[in-house]
Structures are given as structure tokens and as C-alpha cells.
């Protein structure tokens, strides 16, 4: 019974958090027939369990801590940061730390001058797209077109293993890694580009932490060493006055 318990609480707490309360029944895996939403109206189906925890699903969860902007465009003319955290959106994903920095990163391995289309998609179907390259690899005439046009090509079916990484949220490096087994083509770029951060980021971070104690790095000072006196010898090495070794 605790078990049970248990879950009907986590079912009230779902039910309290979405606005979803139904009008009769309450007992696990009973199903009612209308819904009454925070504002008051209804709509028709079920509110078991199942329907309110599916609702709760697809609501992606995001990281409060999770950076907003880079400050600054990329080649391709967007935010990557802001524009990472909209295709994140856009496929229905969390907006973690982790994922933000998998987005970014790739589209910093991509580096392409594409227009709107910084993970250099050759995904066709938009309305005033060009050409970039010879690849195919499409300039877009506006953000959401590119923001679109990629959304649809990750989710074409043979990217599933990027999908799940960027699911879970928890790993830029899986996501990174998950790219680098894809057909996408990026390779193992992302990860290269993951690997760089870490080794600039390591020894500012060391800086910052000795500044936030109030500790200074110490200045490492040569040692003195005493001059030789003069005329003495050194290891295999004669003297001025001593004759030089024969031939």
C-alpha cells in the first residue's frame, strides 16, 4: 500500500503543477472522460495517469544556469548560444548547460559562413534559399528557416543517437561523441572543439580561484647561483694555466 500511495501522491503533485484535476474518479488507472485546465476551461479526455505524466513529458525542462547569449554573431550571422537554446526548442529537447554547449560547440566545428544555417544543413524546401557550396549546403533567407531546415534534418530518422544524447542533457561530450558516429559529416570536430575549450578553460579557472581567496600566484624567481672563482676548474674543463691536453 505504501507503494501504491506513493504514487497517487506523485500523481496529485503532477495534476497540482500542470493545472490538470480531474472531475471525478482520483483512484490510479481510472480514466474520466473531461479535463478542466488551470484557466478554468475543459476539454475533452482522460486524466489518468498516463495522459498526465505524457503531458508532463513534453514540456522540456530547462536550466536556470544555462547561459542565454554569446554576446556576439558567428559566421553564419547568429547568436550561438541564442540560437543553440531556439533549435533546442525547436526539437522539443532540455535547455541544459550540457546541451547548450554541444549546439555551440558544433556550430563553432561547422564554422561555415552559410547564412542562418550554422550546422551547415543542405536541407532543400525553404523559400528564398540559395546555394553555399558545391556540397550543397543551403544559405537560408531567414533565422527560422534555418532554425526549421535543421530541426527537420536531425530529425529525418538517422540521427536517433544524436537525439537521445541531446534527451538526456547531461554531456556535452555525449553529444559530441553521438555527432562524431552520425552521418552528419562534422566528424569528430565537435569533440576537438569541446577538448580545446577544456584545456583554455582549466588554468583561467585555476586564476580565478586563487584570485576569489586572495591568493597570487607566486612568481617563480631564478636561483642565484655564486660565481666560480676565478681560475678555479670546473668538471673536465683545465684551467687557463694548465696546458691543453695533447692530440
Known sequence: MDGIAGVEARFQEIESRFGVKPTGGGVLGTSNTKTISADG?????????????????????SDPSAPT????????????????????TKLGMPITTENVRAISAWEQAEGTKASFNPLATTQSGFAGETRFNRVGVKNYATYQDGIDANAHALTNGRYTNVLDALRAGN???????????????THGGVL??????HKSFAPRRHQELLASSGNRPRAVRPRNRRPSPAGSARRGVPRRSDPLPVR
Not at 41 to 61: K, R
Not at 171 to 185: E, F, L, N, R, Y
Open 192 to 197: 576537438r572543439v569541446l577538448q580545446s575549450q
Open 41 to 61: 476551461g475543459s476539454a475533452p479526455g482522460s486524466t489518468s495517469f498516463a495522459a498526465v505524466l505524457a503531458q508532463a513529458q513534453g514540456t522540456a525542462a
Open 69 to 88: 547569449s554569446s554576446g556576439t554573431l558567428n559566421r553564419s550571422g547568429v547568436d550561438s548560444v541564442g540560437w543553440a537554446r531556439d533549435f533546442l
Open 171 to 185: 554531456s556535452a561530450t555525449a553529444v559530441a561523441q553521438a555527432i562524431a558516429d552520425s552521418p552528419w559529416g
